[in-house]
Each structure stands twice: as C-alpha cells, then as structure tokens.
T-cell receptor, first 112, second 112 residues
C-alpha cells in the first residue's frame, strides 16, 4: 500500500495560486493519485485524480512527476472558500476492499 | 439534484441504546461505504457494500451493523457494543468499486 506524505499546514494569499505537494514514493503502477478536501464539519469533497498524465478540471490542476513519486495540486486562484484540509491519497486495493485511507492532510489557510 | 444525503445531522445516544444513521443516494451508484472520523484524524472504514444484499466488514466493524436491501440505501446501526461511538460518520458511494467515491455531509454522533 502506498503511503502519502504531506506538509501539515500551508498559507496562501487570496487570489494567488496555491500549490500543495504530496510525496508517494512507494506508489505502484496501477494506483491512482486522488485529492479530496474537507471543510470543517463537512463531508470530504472530491477534487481531482490522475495516474500518469497531468490533469485539469474546473476546480484544480494535478501535476504528477514523471517517476510518479510525487505530485502537486494547484488551485489557480485561491479564494477564502478554499480554506480546508486537503488529502492526497493513493487508491488502495486489497482483494476488492477499495477503501480510502486519509492521512492527516495539509491544512490550507487562505489569507485575505 | 443528484447526491448523497445523510440524516440526521446530529444524533444523541444514551448508554445501552442502538441508533441508526441513514444514508441515501440517487446517483445510481452500486457501491456504498461507511467511514468514521475522529477529531483531527483521517477516515477509517467501517463497512462497505458493492451490490445490493451484499456487504463486507472494513477495518473497524465491531459494534456496528449495516444492511443493503435497496440500491439507494445503506443504513448504519451503532449498537450498544460500540463502547466509544462519539465520532463524525461519513457515508460515501461510487459508481462501482475502484471508482471515485463521493461523500455525504456526515452525521455527528454524541453520547449522553
């Protein structure tokens, strides 16, 4: 099972790009990198996921290094509503038990 | 509007009492999941179901029970055998296993 490592907290100025790093050096070839975020006392919100190629959607961009050992989530124009805990996950599969194992994540604070 | 609903938002349990948390989805998803989240911690899988009338134990199933009689519904019962039930309970669903999981808003269970 691939373990992910994220910094515990980050600040970003409102309107700037927020770049959230994640290390997953033991990720296997068929594991996807997923990003979720959780605003206080709410359910986690899916953001984006990828396997090898960089991905972009209406919320964010995901940059995965060529060796797949790390990735960066980019929120292009951070707003105060982006303040949340962000979780980077390698999808774990164990004989059909596809569970999401969230670590402690990165607490992102957007500064006005 | 498609989505996952959980009710109630807050639930109080007396000692020795069983309580049932509701989870409903109208996304036509086959797979559904129950997670528990304790303050400042990540998610832990309680039970999951890949199809109707089938479910599997997760990492912390003791003291919990579930049923999956309908595709749309996956209720979780917290029994009196669960000695430390105070937590934030999250339900999720995915179109199939190994697909993206989407979460409900959560139910916060408190013991009186």
């Amino acid at each position: 099972d691939a373990k992910t490592t994220q910094p515990p907290s980050m600040d970003c100025a409102e309107g700037r790009a927020a770049n959230l790093p994640c290390n997953h050096s033991t990720i296997s070839g068929n594991e996807y990198v997923y990003w979720y975020r959780q605003i206080h006392s709410q359910g986690p919100q899916y953001i984006i996921h990828g396997l090898k190629n960089n991905e972009t959607n209406e919320m964010a961009s995901l940059i995965i290094t060529e060796d797949r050992k790390s990735s960066t989530l980019i929120l292009p124009h951070a707003t105060l509503r982006d303040t949340a805990v962000y979780y980077c996950i390698a999808l774990i599969s164990n004989f059909g038990n596809e569970k999401l194992t969230f670590g402690t994540g990165t607490r992102l604070t957007i500064i006005p | 509007d498609g989505g996952i609903t959980q009710s109630p938002k807050y639930l109080f349990r007396k000692e020795g009492q069983n309580v049932t948390l509701s989870c409903e989805q109208n996304l036509n998803h086959d797979a559904m999941y129950w997670y528990r989240q304790d303050p400042g911690q990540g998610l832990r899988l309680i039970y999951y179901s890949q199809i109707v009338n089938d479910f599997q134990k997760g990492d912390i199933a003791e003291g919990y029970s579930v049923s999956r009689e309908k595709k749309e519904s996956f209720p979780l019962t917290v029994t009196s055998a669960q000695k430390n039930p105070t937590a934030f309970y999250l339900c999720a669903s995915s179109i199939a296993r190994q697909e993206t999981q989407y979460f409900g808003p959560g139910t916060r269970l408190l013991v009186l």
